[in-house]
């Protein structure tokens, strides 16, 4: 992939040819204006009777200043990364025809983008100790590959790839390369995010879910090439994110730019569980995380979670995911929370 590829030139021809919705307000600042009579809106001030900004404007000046990145390679999404993932199969796979590539044990929801736009996956198993394999990730693409996707840190697996790895695979794949950064923070192998610029065929997916601590205001975003970001704006529904959570995220991002002192209780936190998890009964093995939360192999998975279900803990059972026999996927939590998770694994070695 050369410094001087197009990415529009994958898309799909329909989408290069978009003339996208203009919304009421697209084309003005609004300055001077004292009566908005445009749009059809209840005029009575309730804070909400107003449409809000199509382009995300204010929040994405937040978003470009504290992830350091320019305005015009920013995608936002309302409904988290997930409308990241369903936008970028919509732009660039043809349904029926094309293919993407992912890795196997990955995040569930690229194969469940990608079926429900028809458009077909092959998976590509992890090496060992969850390696990128990006020879095998090269070798399974065709001339209708679009889209490789990788996740680092991975969920579930926990790990993160190595920027080298990630920047090799960029090189070498023939269409795009989505690498979801969704829990780049906790990791310390480092993002694309900063080298972005050095490949145009690279989308970076990123969220406010995990270590910004926002899940339930559903904003995702997509660092990309400004024709890729130019395309998802036109894709995307015309009011995406509404106009409370641009406010609140704008002001949450500001008042809490720093979030180092969370994050480091979060790793300090899992440093702790793989200390002491390995010594629990039942225990067979605590995969290396990058991430906040860890893969843990047990002898018997699925009594261990009914019996931490039974105690009051919820885990993600994963022990019938491709690759992850025997595990259960158990996110970091307070020291309070983690505690509770410790003591519930040592009864069950008592009642054994
Ligand atoms: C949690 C998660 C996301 C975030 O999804 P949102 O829709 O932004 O909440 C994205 N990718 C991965 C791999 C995740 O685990």
Not at 2 to 10: I, R, S, V
Not at 102 to 108: D, F, K, L, Q, V
Not at 298 to 323: C, K
Request: hydrophobic fraction near 40%; charged fraction near 25%.
């Amino acid at each position: 992939m050369t410094e001087n590829f197009d990415p529009a030139a994958l898309m799909r021809r329909n989408i290069r040819a978009l003339v996208p919705y203009s919304t009421a307000r697209d084309e003005f600042s609004g300055e001077g204006i004292t009566a908005w009579l445009d749009a059809n809106e209840n005029p009575f001030d309730n804070g909400v009777n107003r449409y809000p900004d199509p382009h995300q404007k204010e929040l994405k000046s937040v978003i470009s200043r504290i992830f350091g990145a320019p305005t015009d390679t920013i995608f936002i999404g309302g409904a988290g990364s997930d409308e990241a993932i369903d936008i970028l199969m919509r732009i660039f796979c043809r349904p029926g025809l094309d293919n993407i590539v992912i890795i196997a044990p990955t995040y569930g929801v690229y194969e469940v983008s990608a079926a429900i736009n028809d458009v077909e996956v092959r998976q590509v198993s992890l090496g060992d100790g969850y390696s990128l394999p990006v020879a095998a990730l090269v070798d399974a693409a065709d001339a209708n590959t679009r889209l490789t996707w990788v996740c680092s840190p991975n969920n579930p697996t926990g790990n993160a790839f190595a920027v080298e790895d990630l920047s090799d695979l960029a090189r070498r794949v023939g269409g795009m390369l989505v690498i979801d950064e969704a829990y780049v923070d906790f990791s310390d192998k480092g993002s694309m995010l900063p080298i972005l610029d050095r490949f145009p065929n690279v989308v970076i997916l990123r969220t406010l879910s995990k270590a910004r601590g926002m899940a339930s205001l559903r904003l995702g975003m997509a660092f990309c090439h400004p024709s890729v970001a130019k395309a998802m704006a036109m894709v995307k529904y015309p009011y995406n994110v509404n106009g409370p959570t641009q406010r609140e995220v704008a002001r949450r991002l500001m008042e809490h730019e720093d979030i180092t002192d969370m994050i480091e209780t979060i790793i300090s936190e899992r440093k702790r569980l793989e200390r002491e998890l390995p010594s629990k009964p039942g225990v067979r093995k605590v995969h290396p995380s990058d991430a906040n939360f860890l893969l843990v192999e047990f002898d018997d998975p699925d009594a261990v979670y009914d019996m931490l279900l039974h105690g009051g803990a919820l885990v993600r059972n994963r022990n019938r995911v491709r690759g992850c026999a025997g595990c259960l996927r158990i996110t970091v939590g307070t020291p309070e929370q983690n505690e509770l998770l410790l003591e519930l694994l040592d009864s069950t070695g008592k009642k054994i």
